[in-house]
């Protein structure tokens, strides 16, 4: 592109830095951070008053026309472009069976998942409509997370619906806050006092946690997801228990997420990753601006076995609280200034970002949306979303190539279980916890202890000689690079016991 297309050149964010440097680590691998918006439209709809508003919106949002590169410096910039062209592709299915019409869209779907970006090339978003009925049509919306968060993603449908009401014409819009201005604010934080906080924070840690233990190099391949549904008596009853003690829901999820990681890898001090919100309160109209936000902290644990866990949950919040100034910091700078390569591979995200309400809110009657559903991932071994809504849905993301699915099920069901204790009550003290089922306990317990055999009736002795002449030739001690077969030991041995015979 010619320089002249070149509006601005702004930094980057902290986890932007991250994806970006993600994305070229491994250009092999699948490209997990390309994010699928699936909206479900029935109604007359208006398909080049849908693609008018589109491109209305490319044309608002200057932190949608941007481009990533290193300078050479080696430090990495993003380039707003002045012009774009909005990729844009329309499929009708209309004269495909119903069942047909599903699994080519769902094909179309993971086709277009499946081309990620290029993040040198603006835009780095993409449009498909496909109509599968005369009333009604699914925009698949898709873009690299680099550019948007959760948050970004309300605002932009509520704006695109509305930007379609009047086909494209933005005149009767607000003003577009701009995305600089957050990047200014990081840019004027101390982070000097946000590296001794997070240095504290971490200080003495002896390790990273990890849920992952096999060793084993993570393919190419994209993530698996679990979805369960938690019911809706059991999210009720977590909500009146996080409000009875002041506590948010969030600091729940996270505690029991600390405790079931205790659990599997034997640590009373455990780190996984959190992500939060990172739009600052004392940005003017923050909330309405579109771009990458939020950011992933290290979130670090330690567990008494004795303390009840209402105490647990307490300093769980309130360290979250004293963090809460210094959450602009990148984890690769806290990594550093920890003096650890690597704090932690799983995560947890607490998504509340109310996407589809936004773009309801602003159709009327002859277009509704019926559905919404978004793909998105990480490039964690396991990763825990949390989304609230009717009961409380819990979706496992997990590398296929590292976890069985039966294994990632088992996780499930531990983490309701722990859940379901909290509800409860939290005068328990954390040892009392239970996260092992049933069955899992029998095994445990029952299971793995039953090592009873039939022996035969015969000294020690007897038994060594019969598996000499069994197997004289095999291995039967090995010692500083020293092998001896059972007829080498047998042979040893006899002169042993001759030598104290003789000595009496």
């Given at each position: 592109?010619?320089?002249?297309n070149?509006?601005d050149?702004?930094?980057?964010s902290?986890l932007q830095?991250?994806l970006?440097?993600h994305?070229?680590?491994d250009?092999?691998?699948?490209d997990?951070y ?5 909206i ?7 398909t ?10 490319l044309?608002r ?8 590169r290193?300078?050479k410096s080696?430090k990495p910039i993003?380039?707003?472009m002045?012009?774009v062209?909005l990729p844009w ?7 495909l069976?119903s069942?047909e019409?599903?699994a080519?869209l ?9 081309l ?9 978003l ?13 925009l698949?919306?898709?873009?690299h ?6 948050w970004?993603?309300?605002?932009l449908?509520?704006?695109l ?6 086909r494209?014409?933005d005149?009767q ?12 604010w ?17 200080a ?5 946690t990890?849920?992952?233990?096999s ?9 698996d ?14 909500s ?6 002041d506590?948010?829901?969030n600091t729940l ?11 599997m890898?034997?640590?009373d001090?455990?780190?996984?990753g959190?992500?939060?919100?990172g739009?600052?309160?004392e940005?003017?109209s ?7 936000f ?5 979130v ?6 004795s303390?009840p866990?209402?105490?647990l949950?307490?300093?769980v919040q309130d360290?979250?609280?004293r963090?809460?100034d210094?959450?602009h910091l990148?984890?690769s ?5 920890s003096?650890?390569e ?8 607490f998504?509340?970002?109310p996407v ?6 602003a159709?009327?009657?002859?277009v509704q ?10 490039h964690?071994?396991?990763s825990l979303?949390?989304?609230p809504g009717?009961g409380?849905e819990l979706r496992?993301d997990?590398?296929?190539?590292l976890?069985?699915?039966e ?5 499930a069901?531990?983490l309701v279980?722990?859940l ?10 954390v040892?009392r916890?239970?996260?092992l089922g049933?069955?899992e ?7 793995w202890?039953d ?5 035969p009736?015969a ?6 000689e019969a598996q000499?002449?069994?197997?004289p ?5 090995v ?13 040893r ?12």
């Amino acid at each position: 592109m010619k320089r002249s297309n070149i509006e601005d050149l702004l930094p980057l964010s902290p986890l932007q830095e991250g994806l970006f440097f993600h994305s070229l680590y491994d250009n092999e691998a699948a490209d997990t951070y390309a994010v699928q918006v699936v909206i479900r439209l029935t109604g007359k709809l208006d398909t080049s008053a849908l693609r008018l508003a589109a491109e209305a919106m490319l044309a608002r949002h200057a932190s949608l026309r941007v481009r990533f590169r290193y300078r050479k410096s080696g430090k990495p910039i993003q380039m707003v472009m002045g012009e774009v062209e909005l990729p844009w592709r329309e499929v009708d299915l209309e004269h495909l069976e119903s069942a047909e019409q599903d699994a080519e869209l769902a094909r179309i779907a993971e086709e277009d998942r499946a081309l990620g970006f290029e993040l040198s090339k603006a835009p780095l978003l993409r449009c498909t409509l496909v109509r599968t009925r005369e009333d009604e049509h699914c925009l698949i919306w898709s873009n690299h997370h680099i550019l948007l968060d959760g948050w970004s993603n309300a605002v932009l449908f509520r704006e695109l619906f509305t930007l379609y009401k009047c086909r494209g014409d933005d005149s009767q819009l607000p003003f577009v806050p701009s995305y600089r201005d957050y990047l200014a604010w990081i840019a004027r934080q101390d982070t000097g006092a946000a590296e001794t906080a997070w240095q504290e924070a971490l200080a003495d840690l002896d390790g990273p946690t990890r849920i992952d233990i096999s060793g084993k190099k993570q393919t190419a391949a994209a993530p698996d997801r679990l979805t369960h549904t938690v019911s809706q008596e059991l999210a009720d009853a977590l909500s009146a228990t996080a409000r009875a003690h002041d506590l948010t829901l969030n600091t729940l999820i996270q505690g029991a997420w600390a405790i079931l990681l205790s659990r599997m890898t034997g640590r009373d001090d455990v780190v996984f990753g959190a992500t939060v919100a990172g739009r600052p309160p004392e940005i003017p109209s923050v909330d309405k601006m579109v771009g990458l936000f939020i950011n992933t902290l290290p979130v670090r644990i330690r567990l008494d076995s004795s303390q009840p866990l209402g105490e647990l949950l307490t300093q769980v919040q309130d360290q979250q609280a004293r963090l809460m100034d210094h959450q602009h910091l990148g984890l690769s700078r806290i990594q550093r200034v920890s003096g650890h390569e690597e704090l932690f591979d799983t995560v947890v995200v607490f998504e509340n970002y109310p996407v589809e309400s936004a773009a309801s809110a602003a159709l009327d009657e002859e277009v509704q949306v019926a559905d919404i559903s978004v793909r998105d991932a990480t490039h964690y071994p396991v990763s825990l979303m949390v989304v609230p809504g009717r009961g409380l849905e819990l979706r496992l993301d997990y590398q296929p190539d590292l976890f069985e699915r039966e294994w990632v099920e088992a996780l499930a069901d531990r983490l309701v279980r722990v859940l379901g204790a909290m509800a409860a009550g939290l005068d328990v003290p954390v040892g009392r916890v239970d996260v092992l089922g049933e069955a899992e306990r029998r095994q445990v317990l029952s299971g793995w202890n039953d090592t009873a055999r039939r022996m035969p009736d015969a000294v020690l002795s007897e038994l060594f000689e019969a598996q000499v002449e069994r197997t004289p030739d095999a291995v039967a001690v090995v010692f500083q690079g020293l092998e001896l077969t059972y007829a080498e030991l047998n042979a040893r041995a006899n002169r042993l016991a001759r030598y104290l015979i003789r000595l009496g």
